[in-house]
């Protein structure tokens, strides 16, 4: 037999062998169910938990959409400041999910410290041509019947004096009163709307061992309801406290708190500060007015939560959602040192500075000592919100959806005192928050005690 035979033989019975085990091998062990022996491989679960990516992500704190035109500012006292951070909101369709942004959180919250009418949800924010939108609706949730948005930068982006700089367009009219728009800043210490967080440190900017710090400053006249200052200079050894010897708390400073007065739309700037003065009046010798036909010394000063230094300027009823330029935003901020003698603090509507208060203006008052300009980390926030705590709603004449629209936020900085970072060495923030991670992150607790924690003793108290 020759090769080519061979060869046609060898190919023959291949395919008989083949056959055989497709039509008859395959079929009994299918009906036996016979599985071939396998390795399987183990896999710990380690967590159920899906971790979200962020979003718009960028290795630069100062946006690279920023124009090369706002990359410095010229202070006070003439020098130019470098920015240091900035967002520009130009990627459309951020979120800010917890977990989702680098620098800020939309929180799931009811915003009781002022009575809110809505519920802040994270789906009430998000990016869109070039802006930060968050939208107020009457939408029934949570046996709330508005619903609306807040972003804040808590513990993630935070800075220690400069000029803070945001540019929005605010929601609805200029002339219809109710909305109270907000573009402000907290100390780290306290995270806003989480009431535990915030008792006992806001709006506390005291480094003083004296009355100030005791509940109701030791005072019988129902000038103060504060449970007294928890982070104080005196904290007894071993009691907890972020860095025993300083003073520590939860400063607010409003760079706008949107109001309706008559048919003017008009912005409070303010500090909120404990301890207070007498009658919350601090010395007005050290406060300056710009433009009196712009800008006035607010009447209401404060009451038994907080002292409000304060001035509400007028603004233009084109700079609203709802006015004959739609596109039209404004600048409101305000730029701060800190320095016990010479700081000094000054809020801006566009480019025009409107009021500046100096330190000496929170002297050693009553039975309360200095006061200082804000030395905490401070956080940023942004959010729109509905509350008979602020204004007389006018039902009637508002609309719904309303959006209030951010174009950005800037920060600037002294070149010599660049601080970016909610955990600096003089003010740390970060091991206290995880030692007391619960009143940061429950929204139910709403005081220190219902966390299981107590006050920290004080020297004045007895150690």
Not at 26 to 42: A, C, E, G, I, N
Not at 48 to 74: F, G, H, K, N
Not at 105 to 133: F, K, M
Not at 382 to 399: H, K, Q, R, T
């Amino acid at each position: 037999m020759d090769k080519r035979s061979l060869g046609g033989l060898f190919g023959f019975l291949v395919l008989m062998i083949a056959a055989l085990a497709v039509f008859i091998l395959l079929p009994v062990l299918t009906f036996t169910q016979y599985r071939p022996k396998s390795f399987d491989m183990v896999y710990e679960i380690l967590t159920p938990y899906s971790y979200p990516m962020l979003s718009a992500i960028r290795q630069e704190l100062v946006d690279p959409d920023t124009p090369e035109s706002a990359l410095t500012w010229t202070s006070k006292n003439g020098d130019q400041w470098p920015l240091v951070f900035s967002d520009e909101f130009n990627a459309e369709g951020r979120t800010f999910y917890d977990g989702d942004d680098q620098f800020w959180t939309a929180p799931d919250i009811h915003y009781a410290a002022t009575q809110d009418l809505e519920w802040y949800d994270p789906d009430a924010v998000t990016t869109a041509n070039g802006t930060l939108v968050m939208q107020l609706d009457a939408f029934k949730n949570h046996d709330l019947f508005y619903r609306s948005g807040m972003v804040q930068s808590w513990n993630k982006m935070c800075f220690t004096q400069g000029k803070l700089e945001f540019s929005a367009r605010l929601p609805g009219y200029g002339n219809v009163t109710g909305l109270w728009p907000g573009l402000w800043s907290m100390g780290n210490l306290g995270r806003p709307g989480y009431l535990a967080s915030t008792e006992g440190v806001w709006p506390y900017t005291y480094d003083s061992c004296d009355a100030g710090i005791t509940p109701n400053q030791s005072s019988p006249d129902g000038i103060s309801y504060l449970p007294g200052q928890r982070l104080n200079k005196c904290t007894c050894p071993g009691e907890s406290h972020p860095n025993p010897g300083t003073g520590r708390g939860a400063p607010e400073i409003d760079a706008l708190e949107g109001e309706i007065h008559g048919i003017i739309g008009r912005v409070s700037q303010s500090l909120q500060i404990a301890p207070y003065d007498v009658w919350y009046y601090p010395d007005y010798d050290f406060i300056e007015v710009h433009n009196f036909s712009v800008t006035l010394m607010n009447t209401y000063t404060g009451g038994p939560f907080q002292q409000a230094v304060s001035g509400v300027s007028m603004l233009n009823t084109t700079w609203y959602e709802f006015g004959d330029n739609s596109d039209n935003f404004q600048k409101y901020g305000y730029e701060y040192l800190n320095d016990d003698k010479d700081g000094y603090l000054r809020w801006f509507v566009g480019d025009d500075p409107t009021f500046t208060m100096y330190a000496p203006a929170l002297h050693p008052n009553g039975n309360v000592g200095w006061r200082q300009l804000p030395k905490e980390p401070i956080s940023m926030i942004m959010n729109l919100g509905l509350s008979n705590s602020w204004a007389y709603i006018d039902w009637p004449s508002l609309v719904w959806p309303v959006t209030m629209r951010v174009d950005y936020v800037r920060i600037y900085q002294p070149p010599n005192q660049v601080n970016v970072g909610c955990d600096p060495d003089k003010y740390p923030t970060y091991d206290y928050i995880q030692e007391h991670l619960d009143v940061y992150y429950n929204k139910n607790l709403t005081t220190f005690e219902q966390a299981g924690y107590s006050f920290p003793k004080n020297k004045l108290v007895g150690c």
